[in-house]
């Protein structure tokens, strides 16, 4: 199964507060897993990534979990800004692959 | 500036008229794709290549053809669009098919009426 399912379809959250966007995935093959950013008008620029020998991954605001066991991984966005508000895609890839399968996408609003 | 780009960035056209959309890279990367991107459905895959002369299709490649004829370059055509392929597409590279960062051209919002 090579579908990558993505929750929720839309985020409301308050400045400060903390963004949770999950995703699912049923290929066991995939062995990276991508976060993409898209701001209105421009292309989804890679914002986090992961692969499975680690459970968790952390940039700055944004931390990638990771669990293998129950094939999902989720983005975290603490201290959430009004200039995150964008759509997030999650992803799948597998080496010797030439795929990468996306989720459906998260808008993402932060209230000031 | 390493970037890839797209035209042209906005394109409407009538059911059945031969369009072509360019692609280029200056980064000099083998792997190139093509998605289209709905809404609800997220971005899918349409064609990918992994080298010059080389290109595969991906998850709904039907009513589109590539080519590539040039390492930077990489046209999607669509020989007679249909209202079906209203979407917005992105063209994408990265260093090569092992690369797993994918760097996204500005979109080219196609509709056809």
């Known amino acids: 199964q090579q579908q990558v399912k993505q929750s929720p379809q839309s985020l409301i959250v308050q400045k400060g507060g903390i963004s949770i966007i999950n995703c699912a995935y049923e290929?066991?093959?995939?062995?990276?897993f991508p976060w993409y950013q898209q701001f209105p008008g421009k292309g989804p620029a890679l914002l986090i990534a992961i692969r499975p020998d680690v459970s968790e991954k952390k940039e700055g605001r944004f931390t990638i979990s990771f669990n293998k066991s129950a094939k999902q991984f989720s983005l975290h966005i603490m201290d959430s800004q009004p200039g995150d508000s964008a759509t997030y895609f999650c992803a799948a890839s597998m080496t010797g692959g030439f795929k990468t399968i996306f989720g459906a996408g998260t808008r993402l609003f932060v209230k000031a | 500036e390493a970037q890839v780009t797209q035209n042209p960035r906005y394109l409407i056209t009538v059911t059945g008229k031969k369009l072509t959309v360019t692609c280029s890279q200056n980064m000099n990367h083998e792997y190139m794709s093509w998605y289209r991107q709905d809404p609800g459905l997220g971005l899918r895959q349409i064609y990918y290549s992994m080298n010059v002369e080389v290109t595969d299709k991906g998850d709904v490649p039907e009513g589109y053809k590539v080519s590539r004829k040039e390492k930077r370059n990489f046209p999607l055509i669509l020989e007679s669009p249909s209202p079906n392929q209203t979407s917005l597409y992105f063209c994408a590279s990265s260093l090569t098919s092992h690369s797993y960062e994918q760097y996204f051209g500005p979109g080219t919002r196609l509709t056809v009426t």
């Open positions: 290929n066991t093959a995939f062995d990276y």
